[in-house]
């Protein structure tokens, strides 16, 4: 969206608050934004943070993030494409119902998606205009929490990041805990505690309209297949505003952790503790999943939680090695799904040219190359690298088909006439022959690099240098 957009967007939801009554810098939201911009918001004066939720510059932020995302419509069919004209078609109402505390959220819709490690995912997909409510108060919300959560807590925090978390977890290992205690929580997001979680957001919100607001947020149904089930327990992902509701819950583990005086980190409900003795590890499991259990009534998952060396358990999808001064290297699990990932662009480019193949490949090679930046470890890129290119061999040598076809491409690539006939006529696999010599010769390192081919390796060394 331009800026002259932007601007009628904010233009429009001022216009909208005075139809709902007072204008974003009138008597409710200017009270709130006046203790906002002080600071004075936190603990027991965040008792007219709705006015501060619908204020027009935090709405307008609300929706520019919204569309910039894009993503799937919720239940009601409409798309992001469609926000702009159910704003001013119905904003006025909606607006004086999240004012009077009446506004009712739609269903999400279910989704489910396959987990890395197996298993489904259940995604609960809001409408796009709750989709921008929620983003609205996790805004609103956010000032109020995140000065106060732990140093050790690291995801969906502003200015905070996975790198961040693993660099922090390499730290402790450095330290002398090279034991981690690993807990998994069991379907964490569907299994959230609405009492609980309320209990622990009325602490420092007293505005009724937006704890009103949260809980139905909180319980409203799941769509599939055109019939709405109830929900009692958890908070889907799929919305803007769960992730900061389970750093809320969490901060608790996080402040028990603390005043323990233990070593820990976490992102979202990934958490590790470290520990100097795989006895102290076992006796932190123990009190921890018994914390857990009764303080936020969160089951661990015992069968993917262990006590082990880090070296032997991933965290963010890192693993360190061996050394008293460890390294990072990417676990061989994500290295494992990198080449399943790259597998379905290589089946999907049996009929392209290899230029075309190699333009979809380097998005995907640059993002995990630019994630596992951290790395210590050169030899998982340079393996990479050359199984890529021994799949982009692969391709050529069975777009070539017949054996004729092929004497004479390795020919027309530098081969003498009897090596060329001699490796057409071979009788091996296809996949033995992207290995060979004859493969290599022919189509060279040089080769793929003129024609842009992202090396692995090469950004890893440069996004060393400049780091």
């Not at 995801?155 to 290992?173: C, D, M, N, W, Y």
């Not at 661990?300 to 060396?309: D, E, I, L, M």
């Not at 076809?405 to 009788?427: F, H, I, M, Q, V």
């Not at 004859?438 to 040089?446: E, G, K, S, V, Y």
């Amino acid at each position: 969206m331009d800026r002259a957009d932007t601007g009628k967007k904010a233009e429009r939801l001022e216009r909208a608050g005075r139809v709902g009554g007072g204008t974003a810098e009138g008597t409710g939201a200017g009270a709130c934004q006046t203790t906002g911009a002080s600071g004075e918001k936190a603990g027991d004066e965040a008792s007219m943070l709705m006015e501060e939720v619908l204020r027009g510059e935090n709405l307008t932020a609300a929706y520019e993030r919204v569309v910039g995302k894009g993503g799937a419509g919720g239940v009601d069919g409409r798309s992001v494409d469609d926000l702009k004209e159910h704003l001013r078609t119905d904003w006025s109402r909606i607006r004086e119902q999240l004012l009077s505390g009446s506004y009712k959220p739609s269903p999400v819709r279910k989704v489910e998606i396959p987990k890395p490690g197996g298993g489904r995912r259940t995604l609960g997909i809001p409408t796009v205009m709750d989709r921008m409510i929620q983003q609205a108060l996790s805004r609103a919300l956010t000032p109020i929490f995140d000065p106060t959560f732990s140093e050790d807590s690291y995801g969906f925090r502003p200015g905070r990041s996975t790198h961040q978390a693993v660099l922090r977890a390499k730290e402790h290992i450095e330290a002398g805990h090279r034991w981690v205690v690993d807990l998994d929580l069991e379907t964490f997001f569907d299994t959230v505690n609405h009492d609980v979680l309320i209990a622990r957001v009325k602490r420092r919100v007293k505005d009724k309209r937006v704890l009103r607001l949260i809980g139905r947020y909180l319980r409203a149904g799941m769509m599939e297949g055109g019939l709405t089930s109830p929900r009692t327990e958890g908070t889907p992902q799929g919305g803007p505003l769960s992730p900061l509701l389970s750093n809320i819950l969490l901060d608790e583990l996080d402040k028990e952790l603390e005043r323990r005086g233990h070593r820990f980190v976490r992102y979202a409900d990934d958490f590790q503790v470290y520990v100097k003795s795989e006895a102290a590890g076992e006796r932190v499991m123990a009190s921890l999943e018994n914390f857990l259990r009764k303080r936020l009534r969160l089951k661990v998952n015992r069968k993917k939680s262990a006590v082990g060396r880090p070296w032997k358990r991933k965290f963010l999808g890192y693993r360190t090695t061996t050394e008293r001064k460890p390294k990072l290297k990417p676990d061989p699990k994500s290295v494992k799904r990198m080449k399943l990932k790259l597998k379905v662009l290589f089946r999907r480019g049996r009929g392209w040219c290899l230029a075309r193949t190699i333009r979809e490949l380097n998005p995907v090679l640059r993002g995990w190359g630019y994630y596992y930046r951290l790395s210590n470890v050169e030899g998982v890129f340079e393996e990479l690298d050359q199984w890529v290119r021994r799949r982009l061999r692969l391709l050529l040598w069975r777009q070539w088909k017949r054996p004729r076809t092929r004497a004479k491409e390795l020919l027309k690539r530098g081969l003498d006439r009897d090596r060329a006939r001699t490796s057409a006529y071979n009788g091996r696999g296809p996949w033995w022959n992207a290995g060979a010599s004859h493969m290599n010769q022919a189509l060279p390192i040089r080769m793929f690099s003129q024609m842009g081919l992202v090396s692995l390796l090469h950004q890893h060394r440069r996004l060393a240098r400049t780091s």
